[in-house]
């Protein structure tokens, strides 16, 4: 990890910063002392940022490449549960303010670059500037209702239905994430998503 005020890329990092979905109100002053607070991290695929059970947590602020939010049971069995792409956040605020372990693992899809702080300090930083507190713990709320929604989206759609909603919902996301990651979050086979996707694609030419 590297301190941003040190980092070699660290106007670019300012810039893709400021366009962050929770950070791009922050004024001038506000942003410099958050910054103070920032460690940049260039990961690896597959990488883990946070392991479900740990109590240590952090604040995330993706700046390039694809997390993914992962849910592991007793026999190892995995749901992806969120992806988080440039410009998202990834965080377990939730339970940091529960005092409860993180329920959730948070993994790098691809090589990634983020923006890191511990939560605490993030906490800290929210209670100064409470509008920023106000939309960020929105935002928070908004995610949990989105992987709601997603959880029972797998119960009752069926395969086309599934690939057809994320289409809606995620068109971006769709060409960015690869094949086997996308086909795990749906909980279908690659293959299946390969026949869809090609289906989908002949009935929009």
Same mark, same amino acid.
Do not use: C
């Given at each position: 990890?590297?301190?941003?005020?040190?980092?070699?890329? =660290?106007? *670019?990092?300012?810039?893709?910063?400021?366009?962050?979905?929770?950070?791009? /109100?922050?004024?001038?002053? +506000?942003? +410099?002392?958050?910054?103070?607070?920032?460690?940049? /991290?260039?990961?690896?695929?597959?990488?883990?940022? *946070?392991?479900?059970?740990?109590?240590?947590?952090?604040?995330?602020?993706?700046?390039?490449?694809?997390?993914?939010?992962?849910?592991? /049971?007793?026999? #190892? =069995?995995?749901?992806?549960? &969120?992806?988080?792409?440039?410009k998202d956040i990834?965080?377990?605020?939730? #339970?940091?303010r529960l005092k409860?372990? +993180?329920?959730?693992?948070?993994?790098?899809?691809?090589? +990634?670059?983020?923006?890191?702080?511990?939560?605490?300090?993030?906490?800290?930083?929210?209670?100064?500037?409470?509008?920023?507190?106000?939309?960020?713990?929105?935002?928070?709320?908004?995610?949990?209702s989105e992987i709601?929604?997603?959880?029972?989206?797998?119960?009752?759609?069926?395969?086309?239905? &599934?690939?057809? &909603?994320?289409?809606?919902?995620?068109?971006?996301?769709?060409?960015?994430?690869?094949?086997?990651? *996308?086909?795990?979050?749906?909980?279908?086979?690659?293959?299946?998503?390969?026949?869809?996707?090609?289906?989908?694609?002949?009935?929009?030419?």
């Amino acid at each position: 990890m590297t301190a941003l005020d040190k980092h070699p890329e =660290k106007n *670019l990092i300012r810039l893709q910063l400021s366009q962050n979905s929770v950070l791009k /109100s922050l004024d001038q002053d +506000a942003m +410099a002392d958050l910054e103070r607070h920032l460690e940049i /991290s260039d990961l690896k695929k597959s990488e883990i940022l *946070l392991h479900q059970g740990d109590h240590q947590m952090e604040q995330y602020f993706v700046l390039d490449g694809i997390l993914k939010r992962i849910v592991s /049971s007793a026999d #190892a =069995k995995e749901m992806i549960l &969120r992806f988080a792409i440039e410009k998202d956040i990834e965080t377990s605020y939730a #339970a940091w303010r529960l005092k409860t372990a +993180a329920p959730y693992s948070i993994a790098s899809v691809t090589k +990634a670059r983020v923006a890191r702080m511990p939560l605490k300090k993030w906490a800290e930083f929210l209670d100064q500037h409470k509008p920023l507190k106000e939309s960020f713990e929105f935002e928070v709320m908004r995610l949990m209702s989105e992987i709601m929604a997603h959880t029972i989206t797998l119960h009752m759609l069926d395969a086309p239905g &599934r690939v057809e &909603r994320f289409l809606r919902k995620y068109e971006d996301l769709f060409e960015l994430l690869p094949k086997k990651e *996308l086909a795990a979050y749906l909980n279908l086979s690659p293959e299946t998503l390969s026949r869809l996707k090609t289906k989908h694609k002949e009935l929009f030419i």
